[in-house]
């Protein structure tokens, strides 16, 4: 018998019949095991955040045909750094991993509590210093624009317009954060529609502000979008958390209980951790500053092209990170009652299906790249030059998804334990001066292609650097294990890729080339992997039967 907690509901049916009773009369519900309500929440997360993918290619094609691929886009990118690196600061990596196992633990001692709620005091103390520091991060970079425009690119043309752009894009930075906040909150409780619908509401409303405001202001319409975006982000999840937090009532706290739940509270979200995770996230994106440092020298439209196939480059790793996302949760409760074999064993199918989407994604961008970027943008101010730069640059790009994909993983299970370590941190680092010094050196004779080169090239060593320790510094997987099971995937891909390069070229549409191009890519994909016996199909089998079960009454 299971003792009933707060969340237990025991109020009279409308039969005079406790809840609870009446719901033994109702029929049975099927009976699914904790892999089938994962796979059912990595479903639904993946389609609502494919809906948000659709919406940021709209996005970006709408500032392709309203604004081209030219100096005024190019200012805008710049200031668009800020959001990016918020988002994966404080919505993506950074801020997740710090609060994802601290809610995870307030949750665990809510059922057993018999004072405050845990998670209420873990938001009371923890919420305010947050939002104040989102507030001050803020007001600093609306105060120091022009100064991070010329930190980030002091080749630019047009330095003004980017501050501008910068100062609109900054207050990013308190949405941003307050929408992280909530989604790891959600996240941590198994509720994952809201977080899944933030990029719905967020590139929304940067469409709409974009199309009712392009002609008046030009690009900084866009950078007003992000204000907007941000603020919707916010609003679609303050509900849903509303209702968490008010999951668990307030009690008579037990005499000479404070203290040592005082002390829980105090140690839920560390600072050590905190610096740990900052310093990760700031290495990380340090990358795509670096790629904007040196493209502002180049011709105008560099930044532009760099930005464009980056954004579709990277969709088939943010696909492949969609399931890490759902079970980061589990990995860290489960690291917290010490079950290291389940950790394991969880952490260990998710790179092998990581790996699998990721892999097909790249062969699809590969062998597409020039039908993809041109069914896309290619239209109003984006012109065929503009595809052609964009296009050769994106193919660059694939070669490191893997290694972008890897590294989001694995670092999900190096900060699982919700205690400061400072490897990945090292790791990011080493594989950012990568990045430095080989952009630095192929920008001369390769130009953007050479930084979409270097950016792979330092990914990339940064996930081998990761992999390498895992044994050591976070959640024991059998490295040799998933490193002989990349084989496979890694053999299915290149033949994938060539059988996409045949099949788009036995077309001359655009769109009916990349079509032929991206389903030959998937068909040869799954065979190869089947026949090559893939160990990073098994992960597929709980997703296939949740999709396949039938309510018991239709049986």
């Not at 009652?337 to 950790?343: E, F, K, P, S, V």
């Amino acid at each position: 018998m299971t003792t009933p907690t707060a969340d237990s509901d025991t109020r009279p049916a409308p039969g005079g019949l406790p809840v609870q009773a009446a719901a033994a009369r109702r029929p049975p519900k099927p009976a699914t095991g904790p892999s089938g309500r994962l796979a059912r929440a990595a479903m639904l997360t993946a389609v609502l955040s494919a809906a948000g993918s659709v919406l940021g290619l709209a996005r970006d094609q709408s500032l392709a045909h309203l604004f081209g691929a030219g100096a005024e886009t190019d200012a805008f990118l710049v200031a668009w750094t800020v959001p990016e690196f918020a988002s994966t600061l404080l919505i993506e990596d950074g801020l997740a991993f710090v609060l994802v196992p601290a809610f995870s633990a307030a949750i665990a001692r809510r059922a057993r509590s018999g004072g405050r709620d845990p998670v209420r005091a873990l938001v009371s103390s923890s919420l305010p210093r947050f939002g104040l520091a989102f507030l001050v991060a803020a007001v600093l970079i609306i105060a120091g624009a022009p100064a991070l425009v010329h930190v980030l690119a002091p080749g630019l043309p047009d330095p003004r317009l980017a501050a501008d752009c910068t100062r609109l894009t900054a207050t990013c930075v308190l949405t941003f954060g307050l929408t992280g906040y909530c989604s790891a909150a959600l996240r941590a409780h198994g509720c994952y529609v809201p977080p899944a619908v933030i990029y719905v509401a967020y590139n929304t409303g940067i469409i709409a502000t974009m199309l009712a405001g392009g002609t008046r202001w030009g690009v900084r319409s866009a950078a007003m979008g992000v204000a907007v975006g941000g603020c919707l982000m916010v609003a679609v999840q303050l509900p849903a958390f509303h209702r968490r937090l008010s999951g668990g009532a307030d009690t008579v706290r037990a005499p000479g209980k404070a203290p040592d739940e005082a002390a829980l509270n105090g140690r839920a979200v560390h600072l050590g951790l905190i610096a740990a995770v900052l310093t990760f996230a700031l290495c990380r994106q340090s990358q795509v500053f670096i790629e904007r440092f040196l493209a502002s020298p180049l011709a105008a439209g560099s930044i532009s092209h760099l930005n464009y196939a980056q954004k579709v480059a990277q969709l088939p790793m943010v696909l492949s990170l969609m399931l890490c996302t759902v079970t980061f949760p589990v990995v860290a409760q489960a690291v917290a009652r010490g079950d290291l074999a389940a950790a394991r064993a969880r952490v260990e199918r998710d790179l092998g299906l990581a790996a699998c989407v990721v892999l097909a994604g790249a062969a699809a961008v590969f062998a597409c790249a020039p039908q993809i970027v041109h069914v896309l943008f290619q239209r109003g101010a984006f012109t065929a030059a503009d595809t052609a730069a964009t296009a050769s640059v994106m193919r660059v790009y694939a070669l490191g998804l893997l290694g972008h994909s890897m590294v989001g993983a694995l670092v999900r299970s190096y900060f699982s334990a919700g205690r400061p370590t400072w490897y990945p941190v090292g790791a990011m680092a080493v594989g950012t001066a990568a990045t430095a010094g080989a952009g630095a050196w192929a920008v001369g004779p390769w130009g953007v292609r050479g930084i979409a080169g270097a950016n792979a090239f330092g990914i990339t060593l940064t996930a081998v650097l990761l992999l390498a320790a895992m044994n050591r510094r976070g959640v024991p997987v059998d490295v040799t294990k998933v490193v002989a099971g990349l084989v496979k995937p890694l053999l299915a891909a290149v033949g994938a890729t060539g059988a996409g390069l045949l099949a788009a070229a036995s077309c001359t549409s655009p769109l009916a080339s990349g079509t032929a191009g991206c389903l030959a890519v998937l068909a040869v994909f799954c065979v190869l992997l089947w026949a090559l016996r893939a160990d990073c199909l098994a992960p597929l089998v709980p997703v296939v039967r949740s999709a396949n079960r039938k309510p018991r009454h239709a049986r």
